[in-house]
């Protein structure tokens, strides 16, 4: 079991927090005398068929309760009336959806099928189902965010968006994302930036944060999400959500661009479900997974009184990471509280991973390969290096199409280790040697409690300022196991609160059952404020 040691960081190290809080404290101020105390409030949600979950829905649907063409109307009323506000949605296909609605109610009414039957072949029928702009749906835009592929149309579905429509879910609307989803805040020179439905000066995350933000507004049921340092279970806070990025290679990433540069990196990124409903992520990932849905054991059902419940309060102290927030501090007591009442004392445990604190320097490491490929090849669209010096120049006169973020992000790429340096090795082996850890500390019956990020949302470009928080998420990619966001409730600022449940390899139904029973505890997903 890891021991709780109090970390004594060097001097230098312990200054640098010190300047890096200060920062933090004096940019906050201008960040909020720049953009006020609250931005744009959202129109009031009248329709119910937008507070049901996609799985609920899909019920009602079957049973001729409502129609596929009624609830897919309800959907596109609702984009229509908050994207002029958050920039959410990029690309739709409302007309053929809603043929393809009908449809599905014409098969319902047909008698073909029972009602079992279709529950069991198409448990999906007639929902409408989103997702951002990197996954393919065929007919729509397939930019990524980047302004070369701006024209760019998928020529067929991705693997796990095909798989989606098999069970009967309808794609309708596309969502938007960072350049080339390496950002954590969803801002791009093709579709812009999008905003946070219960801040509008507030950020989404990425680089699924259109995706996050259209659900969090009730602008679609579900969606389909990909994660390779986060973009899932950050967006997925950020707007008060549910996420899951899947243990690795369970889900095929075949549609998903960019394309990972080698086998390792591919089996860091994951796509996975996104809802505002916790019982919708299970029956997602079920048909996401395809074949290697057995092993999961998805419909083995979890005895929560059996499993051991650990939880680490913070990274431990990482540089230039910002300290946990305090709502957030106290959104973590009162589930251990929670789970302590329910479970008993013995069943929770305090722990403290002292590799967390390298979260950042490992993933950085980790994602280094021998293919001789980095971050401005994919500013390239995968053609070539852009020159990454010259277009900062061109972005200091406006003339650049490319974001600042993504630049600096190019430019620091190529500063850090190579492959199969000492220092890229001597990462790996830290990664290895936390993954053995907890292997051993969650064996098949545990969880890890977790901060999904430090903060509540920042105002929009303050990741700037603080670029390395995504590390909280980003270890568990290159470690590869399941990890699931959970809302939390609003905290005092009337922003989202959360955690993210960690497993062992495969062991994503604990994941999904801890985040259901959180779910029940604390309310899921809360209605962002509006204005009467």
């Known amino acids: 079991m890891p021991q709780i040691e109090a970390y004594n960081a060097p001097l230098s190290h312990r200054i640098m927090a010190f300047v890096f809080g200060l920062l933090q404290t004096i940019s906050r101020f201008f960040f909020r005398l720049i953009f006020g105390a609250k931005g744009e409030h959202m129109p009031p949600i009248t329709d119910p068929i937008l507070l049901e979950s996609a799985t609920s829905l899909a019920m009602k649907i ?54 079992d039957q279709l529950a069991e072949e198409k448990p999906y029928l007639g929902v409408p189902i989103s997702t951002k702009d ?3 749906v065929k007919g729509l835009l397939h930019t990524a965010g980047l ?4 024209d760019v149309r998928a020529d067929e579905d991705a693997e ?71 973009s899932i279970r950050m967006p997925a806070f950020f707007n008060g959500i549910f996420g899951h990025k899947p243990s690795k290679l369970i889900v095929s990433n075949k549609g998903q661009f960019p394309t990972p540069f080698s086998d390792e990196q591919n089996s860091f990124l994951g796509l996975g479900p996104m809802s505002r409903f916790a019982e919708d992520l299970r029956p997602m990932l079920q048909i996401m997974a395809g074949d290697k849905a057995k092993l999961l054991r998805l419909n083995t059902p979890v005895e929560l009184e059996k499993l051991k419940f650990f939880y680490q309060e913070s990274d431990g102290g990482g540089r230039m990471v910002s300290s946990v927030d305090p709502d957030l501090q106290q959104a973590m007591r009162r589930v251990v509280q929670h789970l302590s009442e329910k479970f008993g004392n013995t069943k929770v445990e305090r722990v403290q991973l002292p590799q967390f604190r390298q979260s950042a320097a490992i993933w950085f490491a980790n994602m280094r390969d021998d293919s001789g490929h980095g971050f401005s090849y994919q500013l390239g669209d ?24 993504g630049l600096i992000t190019a430019i620091m790429d190529s500063l850090q280790c190579q492959h199969g340096s000492s220092k890229y090795n001597h990462m790996v082996a830290k990664r290895d040697e936390l993954r053995a850890n907890m292997q051993k500390l969650l064996g098949d019956n545990g969880v890890l409690i977790y901060p999904t990020h430090p903060t509540v949302a920042p105002y929009h470009n303050e990741p700037l300022l603080r670029p390395i928080n995504f590390s909280y998420t980003g270890i568990v990619n290159v470690l590869g196991f399941p990890a699931t966001a959970v809302p939390l409730g609003l905290g005092s600022e009337g922003l989202p609160l959360g955690v993210q449940v960690i497993a062992n390899f495969n062991e994503d139904r604990l994941c999904l059952a801890v985040a259901e029973e959180l779910e029940r505890a604390f309310g899921g997903w809360k209605r962002p404020e509006v204005q009467l």
């Open 147 to 150: 302004y070369a592929r701006r």
């Open 382 to 405: 995968l053609r070539y290096d852009i020159n990454t010096y010259l277009e900062m120049l061109k972005w200091l006169v406006c003339a650049s199409k490319h974001t600042l973020i």
């Open 160 to 230: 796990s968006m095909a798989l989606m429509r098999k069970a009967g879910a309808i794609p309708f609307a596309l969502t938007n994302v960072s350049e080339v989803c390496m950002w954590w805040e969803s801002n791009n020179t093709v579709h812009g930036r999008t905003s946070n439905a219960y801040d509008t000066n507030r950020i989404v995350g990425g680089s699924s944060g259109g995706e996050g933000c259209v659900q969090s507004a009730a602008g679609s049921p579900f969606g389909l999400g990909s994660d390779i340092g986060g």
């Open 134 to 136: 990197c996954i393919a």
């Open 62 to 115: 079957r049973n001729q309760q409502l129609s596929s063409v009624q609830v897919l109307e309800s959907f596109i009323r609702r984009i229509k009336e908050v994207n002029p506000l958050l920039n959410c949605v990029v690309d739709q296909r409302y007309d053929e959806a809603l043929k393809e609605a009908a449809a599905a109610d014409e098969l319902i009414k047909s008698g073909n099928y029972t009602v």
